[in-house]
């Protein structure tokens, strides 16, 4: 097997996928497979080649407009310099005006399981853009409302299966949660109704953080502001605050990291009027708030908002005493210590991502929350060339969320990359992961 495909491969390669198209992520062939879940099989390098053949644009010319040289493209495009920093990523998606998705290769399919069954995104999109779920046009005025008490339990159960990295079994539940969740903030009265809407607004803030853990950017960014038009009548500030989250981690999901930045600000001067009475929750709400925002920061490449934001959130942290889980926000030292490592990562700072990273102990944190860290543990160990420990990490972190693995860039760029850098048969461990991750037929 060859180390890397030239520039012509590339296109080749790319020319004989099926079908034409491969830019947006509602286009289909007509049997429900989005265009883009079909490009897997090419490194983001490779995709950054085919688009740019698309565009017309020189190497030279493409170099420049993001302020780099061709040589350095040509690496990229080659597979000889990894490609992992969203801050680059972003800045060439702009230049050749595709989709962040797009040049990271976001999965068109959530895979059947056990879990899921056989309805996933696309009802979840019916339930969210059902029109007769608002106003007077609704016909179920007659549907018996969940009580709160079932409600909440209802609400509960699905964000634990999140955390647990679950999705299959979370999207496929999401739309009938969403249904009961509108029908009781409808036909309940008085504080029944209050508390039906901030469950309502939780259910949204789910649907909005699992769609962009998806790739559906477009459809989360709608459910985060149904989330907050639900919770708006009551003026709750915890619920509101972790609703402001989703609205960040939409824009983050679209590369618009100054936005994120800036709304880290503005919920932040929200929210602070109401710390001199801070309750665990809302000191959770807003100290993940700003891991966030310095999460944005860091893919903005402001290391001095960075850190300052960072420094916000520990100190939150620290008033907090303990690694917590307030309103599913696995909030806490612990959870402020894995951002230090990703915007290290992000800010190109891999000395402290390999130093710190793989000393931080992540056992108390909810599977999706450790899954995360080990993704970036292992980019840094690839960084370093430390390629053995990078795919044990990899392969350990798929034993415990396979799905999130699947549906995270870093873990598909790495596989592919390993498999394109081979000089002959891969391993079976390696080959048998880029198969699952549906990064090699």
Do not use: C
């Amino acid at each position: 097997m060859r180390s890397a495909l030239s520039y012509r491969q590339v296109v080749a390669h790319a020319a004989h996928l099926p079908g034409k198209s491969f830019r947006g992520r509602s286009r289909s062939r007509g049997d429900g497979e989005p265009v883009r879940g079909r490009t897997n099989n090419l490194t983001i390098g490779e995709r950054v080649a085919w688009y740019r053949y698309r565009r017309g644009l020189s190497q030279e010319v493409l170099a420049g407009l993001i302020g780099r040289t061709a040589d350095w493209l040509g690496k990229i495009e080659n597979n000889r310099i990894e490609l992992d920093r969203l801050s680059v990523i972003t800045s060439l998606a702009d230049v050749l005006d595709v989709s962040l998705g797009d040049l990271l290769g976001e999965p068109g399919l959530l895979d059947w399981n056990g879990d899921s069954g056989t309805t996933t995104v696309p009802a979840l999109r019916a339930a969210l853009t059902d029109y007769r779920a608002f106003g007077p046009l609704d016909s179920r005025t007659d549907a018996e409302p969940t009580s709160i008490a079932v409600l909440r339990n209802e609400v509960g159960v699905l964000w634990d299966a999140y955390q647990d990295s679950r999705f299959g079994y979370v999207t496929g539940r999401l739309p009938d949660l969403l249904r009961h969740a509108q029908t009781a903030a409808d036909h309940h009265g008085g504080d029944d109704q209050d508390q039906a809407r901030r469950l309502l607004g939780l259910v949204y803030q789910l649907v909005a953080t699992q769609l962009t853990k998806l790739g559906e950017t477009d459809l989360a960014w709608i459910a985060a502001d149904r989330g907050l038009a639900a919770v708006r009548p009551m003026g709750d500030p915890v619920v509101t605050g972790s609703l402001f989250r989703s609205v960040g981690h939409a824009l983050h999901a679209t590369g618009r990291y100054a936005e994120a930045v800036r709304l880290t600000e503005d919920a932040a001067g929200y929210l602070e009027p109401h710390l001199k009475r801070a309750t665990p929750a809302l000191l959770s709400v807003y100290g993940t708030l700003f891991l966030s925002g310095a999460m944005a920061a860091a893919r903005s490449n402001d290391a001095v908002t960075t850190r300052s934001f960072l420094a916000i959130a520990d100190r939150a942290a620290g008033q907090l005493g303990a690694d917590a889980n307030q309103l599913w926000t696995a909030f806490g030292p612990t959870n402020v210590a894995i951002h230090r490592v990703a915007t290290a990562a992000e800010l190109g700072d891999l000395q402290v991502a390999v130093d710190l990273g793989p000393r931080i102990d992540t056992a108390g944190l909810p599977k999706e929350r450790r899954t995360r860290h080990a993704l970036e543990v292992a980019r840094a160990y690839n960084s370093w060339n430390r390629v053995d420990d990078a795919q044990a990490v990899i392969l350990d972190a798929e034993r415990m969320a396979p799905e999130q693995v699947r549906h995270h860039f870093l873990s598909r760029q790495l596989a592919l990359t390993w498999i394109r850098r081979q000089r002959g048969r891969p391993s079976t461990e390696l080959a048998g992961l880029a198969r699952r991750l549906k990064v090699l037929d």
